[in-house]
C-alpha cells in the first residue's frame, strides 16, 4: 500500500461512512480497483480507519454525547444485538465476507433496488396517513425500538448493504423522523466502530510493521477530516431531500463494477 492508495482510502471512507451506500463496500471496491492486495493488514486498515470517521461524529455532536446519559443507554441498547452477531460472526467477516467482491456488488444493487422501492412506498404512505400519528424525535426514541434499531443495523455485516442505511430505513418504518433517525445512526456509530477497531487491532496489531501502523494513521486522519464535512453536508441534504438519489447511485455503480471489472 502506498501513501496516495492510503489517502485515497481515507477519502473514499470520509465521504461515505454516513451515507446509504456502504462504506466497507466502497472500500473493498477502490482496494480493488487501486491493486490493492487483498491482505489481513488490508482488511484489517479497512476496519480501523472507519474509526476516524465515527471520531468526526464526536467531535460535531459532543454536547449531544455528554449532556444525556438517557440517550446514551439507548444507544447502548441499540449496539447489543449488532455486538453479539459480529462478535459470532467475526472470523465469517474477516476472512470471507470482506473479500468477496461479487457479494458487495450484489449487495449495493440489491440494497439500492430496496432504497428506492422503500422511498417510494414512504412517500405514499405518508401522503395516505390519517391516523395522526406524530413521528419520533431522538428525544422519543424508547428502548424497544432502540433493540429493533440495533437489529436492522446488524444486516449490514455483510458488506455493501450498508449500516447506516439499514439503520435509516429501519427507523424511518418504526416511525421516526428521518433527521432524527440519522442523528441516531451517527451516535451509535460510534461504540460500533469504536470496538469494531479495538477488537480487530487486539487480535492483529503485533503482525503489523511500523509503517504499516504508519499508512493506519494517515488514513485515519483523512477519513476523520472528509468525514466531517460529509457529515454537514448529509444533514442539509436530507432536509428537503429522499434517499432516492444514492438508491440510483448504488445501482450504477454495481452494474457499472460488474460489467467493467467482474466481467
Known amino acids: 500500500m502506498t501513501i496516495l492508495q492510503t489517502i485515497i482510502l481515507g477519502v473514499v471512507e470520509g465521504i461515505t461512512e454516513f451515507l446509504p451506500i456502504s462504506s466497507t463496500g466502497h472500500l473493498i471496491l477502490t482496494s480493488k480497483l487501486l491493486g490493492i492486495a487483498d491482505t489481513n493488514f488490508t482488511k484489517s486498515f479497512e476496519i480501523a480507519i472507519q474509526f476516524g470517521a465515527i471520531l468526526a461524529v464526536v467531535v460535531l455532536y459532543w454536547k449531544k454525547i455528554f449532556s ?21 460472526l ?38 395516505y396517513k390519517t391516523d395522526g400519528r406524530q413521528f419520533c424525535s431522538i428525544k422519543e426514541i424508547d428502548y424497544k425500538k432502540s433493540f429493533w434499531i440495533g ?92 434517499f432516492i438519489l444514492f438508491g440510483v447511485y448504488r445501482i450504477i455503480v454495481a452494474l457499472a463494477f460488474w460489467i467493467l471489472v467482474i466481467k
Not at 98 to 123: C, M, Q, T
Not at 215 to 231: E, Y
Request: aromatic content about 16%.
Open 90 to 127: 467475526y472470523k465469517i467477516l474477516k476472512n470471507y465476507l470482506l473479500s468477496n467482491v461479487i457479494i458487495v456488488v450484489w449487495a449495493l444493487f440489491l440494497g439500492g433496488v430496496a432504497l428506492i422501492l422503500f422511498e417510494i412506498w414512504y412517500k405514499k404512505s405518508l401522503y
Open 151 to 242: 437489529v436492522w443495523q446488524s444486516l449490514a455485516i455483510i458488506p455493501g448493504l450498508s449500516r447506516s442505511g439499514a439503520t435509516i430505513v429501519g427507523g424511518m418504518l418504526m416511525g421516526i423522523n428521518r433527521e432524527a433517525i440519522v442523528e441516531f445512526s451517527f451516535l451509535l456509530a460510534i461504540p460500533i466502530m469504536a470496538v469494531a477497531t479495538g477488537y480487530d487491532l487486539l487480535k492483529n496489531a503485533g503482525r503489523f510493521s511500523f509503517d504499516q501502523f504508519y499508512f493506519l494513521a494517515l488514513g485515519f486522519v483523512v477519513s476523520f477530516i472528509v468525514a466531517i464535512l460529509s457529515i454537514t453536508w448529509l444533514l442539509r441534504f436530507i432536509k428537503n431531500h429522499t
Open 68 to 88: 444525556s446519559g438517557e440517550l446514551w443507554k439507548k444507544v447502548f441498547t441499540a449496539f447489543l444485538p449488532t455486538a453479539i452477531i459480529g462478535f459470532l
